[in-house]
Every structure is written in C-alpha cells, then in structure tokens.
C-alpha cells in the first residue's frame, strides 16, 4: 500500500512539474463576423493571409496581412511576444512565423498590398515561384530586413481603407480609428 501511496504521489509530482514548463502558445480561430485587425481595422478574413501574434501576457493580436503584424511589431517594438503565426498558402494550416518560408514579389496580391505568402516548407514555396515565373525566397530572418513597401495597386480586399492607416503614410499609428474592410 506504501508502494501505491508513494507512486501516486511521484506521478502527480511529475504531472505538476510538467505544466510548469514554457507556456504553450496556439492560434486561435480566425471569426470573420467579429476579428478586426489590429493595425488597418479592416476584417481579418478566415483565408491564407490571416496571421496573429500572442504576447507573452496572453493577448492575441490578429492582423489581415503580414505587413500589418510588422507595422504592429514596429509600433509596439518594447512587447514582450510569445508566438507569432501565418497560414500556409495552399491550405490555411496555421504555422509557426520562424518555421515557414516566405515568397514576395511586388506584384503578388494581399489584403494591403505586401505580396508576401507564406508556405509550410521551402520546396512548396520554390514550387510556387516556379509556377509563377516570379517571387522571392525567403525567410522570417529575411524579413527583418525587408523593405516592407507596399504596392497599393495590388490591395486585395473588399470595401474602402483609410490610405493614412499605414505608417509610410503618416508617421504611425495605434491601430484605432481606421479605415472599414467587408462592409
């Protein structure tokens, strides 16, 4: 009976210890009814452009385009992030910012214009490019240096925008008062 006592008490020690690890970070489910993006305030549509970050706090950010998570990323340079995500173009599945790969070409269409896709692995990104005739490799160290300019003839979205909603055209902003996507 010592044995099971002593047992029990070893796997609930184990169990506790356990859940004291790092903190596990998951994407959350993108509702296009409700989730605004934090950056353009346009409609974070359930598509393959939709990307989030979590701070280390707990709260999560969405975001309609990756360029709009790195103007929020600039903003907000002092946050302390815990997990950032994109979606794989071809099938939406939710990947980790660091693990994917990345293809930009000025003329590829975004919700604001960034042309920068994300893929789960390098081969079905170089399959992409090759596909295409045109794109950029790259990683999310690449991205760190990226130009980040947007080539507004390439917007893909659904409704007006608020052109000032973007710092190359204003000198920053909170993420409040901007324009309305899917209205």
Known sequence: M????FLIFVLMLVAVLSG???????????NEATDKCTICN????????????????GKTYKFDDLGCMNEWKKQNADAEIGAQFVRDYNNKEWIKYEEATYVYDPSFKSPMAYGIYSFKDKAEAQQF????????????ADLAA??????????????????NAHSET?????????GMHGK
């Not at 004291?20 to 993108?30: E, F, M, R, S, V």
Request: charged content about 30%.
């Open 20 to 30: 004291c690890g790092q903190p596990k970070y998951q994407a959350q489910p993108i």
């Open 170 to 178: 204003n000198g920053g902003m909170s993420g409040g008062d901007k």
């Open 146 to 163: 990226h130009s980040w300019e947007r080539n507004k003839g390439m917007m893909d979205m659904g409704g007006d925008h608020n052109k």
């Open 2 to 5: 010592k044995k099971t006592g």
């Open 42 to 57: 346009m409609q974070v549509k359930d598509d393959a452009f939709a990307v989030q970050l979590i701070t280390k706090e």
């Open 129 to 140: 490019i090759d596909s295409q005739k045109k794109g950029k490799l790259m990683s999310a």
